[in-house]
């Protein structure tokens, strides 16, 4: 069963928020993601609310009919945390650029949370977020320690620092610890796994009884082999009497099926040779697939409200782009991006910008996190 808490979306007008309306949950644990929509503003609304319920239902916690009373009531309602997509929006912006230029291999399970949140936030005119932890405070049953939880990861995103580099690095080599359980992909997983039996893996030791026909064959050839070259010695022998031209004709066959032997050997042999480096490849990527986050400790181009262009690279270029100008960031070395950029000049309406990056800095991380930036800003518009 475990204690599970989740992230639900609806419209402002909802009178209440129903198992549909989830869009991430998780069992034992707070998704570290989720509170990078959490102003610490809110977080303080948030623990005043919860305290003061709390203090008021203190002095009847001894009474064995204490869930009946009305102040309990009260203190289940205070954990119900509400936040407007106007709102979070806002953190997002606020809080994902600071935290992605310090740790940009975040982007990658960052920016495929928001692509998902976006397909349930595009469902309402009016979105509200949900916040539902209450499970996660049976494991202290103390809100001072529980809100000292949440404050952890509330100030992961609000105070980004390189000592945080152990905790994100342990969330984010899984997407769940990081994410939660998207509950779509999660039914999609099961459906897979009751089909599970009809899959049947590859073999790579065949059955006994494979060999013993592969076997049979074999003797099968080899007496056809025989016939036939004998045929073929006593045919050119009487035709021609010929005794070398009658062994010649004994050893074509021979000499054809050793042929297609080393043909069709050669074909096995390159065929399990590319088995193999296709196995070496899928297993150096499975390795190389954990996420190393990698803290750079020097200038990133990732700024607050844009990116921020070396003007001794093209004196031509501006010195900052905001981040609702640029539509899209593409890797084109490593050490080199190409931003794509809206501009308000006809007849041309967008711009490519070649961008040389600092020798430290991976292309493919930042082009992972201005997208994923980006993509925060189009979803506030």
Known sequence: MGNRTFLSVTNTDADSVDYENIAFET??????????????EQFQGYSEQLMQAWSKIQPHMDQPDMEELPEWESFSEAFQWQITWKDAAEQLRLNLPGTLARFPSLAAPVHEWLETLSTHVQRYSAPVIYLELSQYFSFTGDPTL???????????????????EKV????????????????????????QTERAPEIQPAQSIPPASSKRQSKWRQELYIWLLAILSAALFFTVYVKTSSGWLAVLGFLIPSLLMILWNVVIGSKKTSRHQLEEVT???????????VLMIEYFDGHSPIGKDGMEIDPSEDKSLPDFIPWLQIMQAKELSSQEIELTVSTKNLPVSTLQLHLKLNEQLVAKDIVLAVNAIVL?????I
């Open 146 to 164: 529980y809100l000292k939880d949440i404050q952890e990861y509330v100030t992961l995103w609000q105070s980004p620092h390189p000592s945080q």
């Open 27 to 40: 069992n034992n644990f707070l998704a570290p993601v989720w509170f990078c929509l959490v102003s610490q």
């Open 279 to 289: 196995t070496l490849k899928r297993d150096s990527t499975s390795s190389s697939a």
């Open 376 to 380: 925060a800003h189009k979803m506030s």
């Open 168 to 191: 994100w690095q342990e969330v984010a080599e899984n997407f769940y610890m990081l994410n939660g359980e998207h509950l779509r992909w999660r039914e999609r997983m099961v459906t």
